[in-house]
């Protein structure tokens, strides 16, 4: 069996897609062909969170320790370099694929309480491709007798083109972001994009930036959809777009890896209901009362 478990294989139009049972995961995107994210084999372990789902909370709880309705929680230091509790739970589980057509999927887990993070949830994602592009949903329900904190974000690596990161450009509907230690990433503090060179408002060429950070204050469109767009030199290119109201925060990541075969090639584009560290902070935390659900849709098509 492959080590990401069940492939589930999509197709509408031009678009194609491959979702694994291990952490549904987003392995594959492409649109004629042309891959919108940075996939993996089949075969392999999925490297780096490549497509995999955040829940209940995406990016980093510093130190894996949180305090919630009075209680003391110690969560599994999953990032041991930086003694942080990195994204979520349920990244490297399996997942039941409950249904699938030729254009959709729909996959569940249900995660079992734990002294760390005792609250039994009901997660459900579901994948479905249109002429719009690939519509990637999440949904969580509090199926435990008490509140539970939660969060949610998708962590896929969007490919501009042909090249690497260095060669494409960047449009980023944000004002702030968050300042983060450079060491451990434990954040200190929103400050303006402007203050870091990280203004992106109007599109232009990322270069050898280095960028691993949550974005805020973002402007959406007309329709209420904030929209990351990433091109190559010839135009084309890939776009995420998401209800900025339900995910005020984007983690970008340059990806940089030195050394590595993975060394930026690819932008990692995060939308996030929460920021980094939200189960100390409480920013913008979504708290499910007992029996209550929250979604949240994602979309990536190609420009």
Do not use: K
């Not at 130190?63 to 990032?79: A, H, I, K, M, S």
């Not at 929460?274 to 979604?295: I, K, R, Y």
């Amino acid at each position: 069996m492959s080590p990401s478990g069940t492939q589930v294989e999509l197709r509408h139009g031009a678009y194609s897609a491959v979702v694994t049972e291990v952490g549904a995961t987003l392995r594959e995107l492409r649109h004629d062909d042309r891959p919108l994210v940075v996939g993996f084999g089949a075969d392999d372990i999925r490297p780096n969170f490549r497509g995999a789902v955040l829940a209940p909370w995406p990016n980093r709880v510093t130190d894996g320790v949180y305090t919630f309705e009075g209680q003391r929680r110690q969560l599994p230091l999953t990032e041991p370099d930086r003694g942080n509790a990195l994204h979520g739970l349920v990244a490297w589980v399996r997942w039941e694929v409950l249904e699938q057509s030729e254009s959709s999927a729909e996959l569940r887990h249900a995660l079992v309480p734990t002294p760390a993070y005792p609250h039994p949830l009901d997660l459900r994602v579901r994948y479905a491709l249109d002429d719009d592009g690939l519509h990637w949903t999440v949904s969580a329900t509090n199926t435990g007798a008490g509140a539970a904190p939660y969060g949610t974000g998708p962590h896929p690596y969007l490919v501009g083109g042909e090249g690497r990161v260095d060669d494409w450009s960047l449009e980023l509907p944000a004002a702030e972001y968050l300042a983060v230690t450079p060491d451990r990433l434990v954040p200190v503090g929103v400050e303006t994009v402007e203050s870091a060179g990280f203004d992106f408002r109007s599109p232009r060429a990322l270069g050898d930036i280095f960028i691993d950070h949550a974005f805020t204050g973002l402007t959406a469109d007309g329709d209420g959809v904030a929209r990351v767009h990433v091109r190559a030199a010839d135009g084309r290119g890939v776009v995420c777009s998401w209800n900025a109201d339900e995910c005020p925060w984007v983690q970008i990541h340059t990806a940089d890896r030195p050394g590595e075969p993975g060394n930026r090639i690819g932008l990692a584009v995060e939308p996030m209901t929460c920021p980094p560290d939200a189960f100390n902070s409480g920013t913008d935390l979504v708290v499910l009362e007992p029996g209550a659900s929250h979604q949240t849709t994602w979309t990536i098509a190609a420009l």
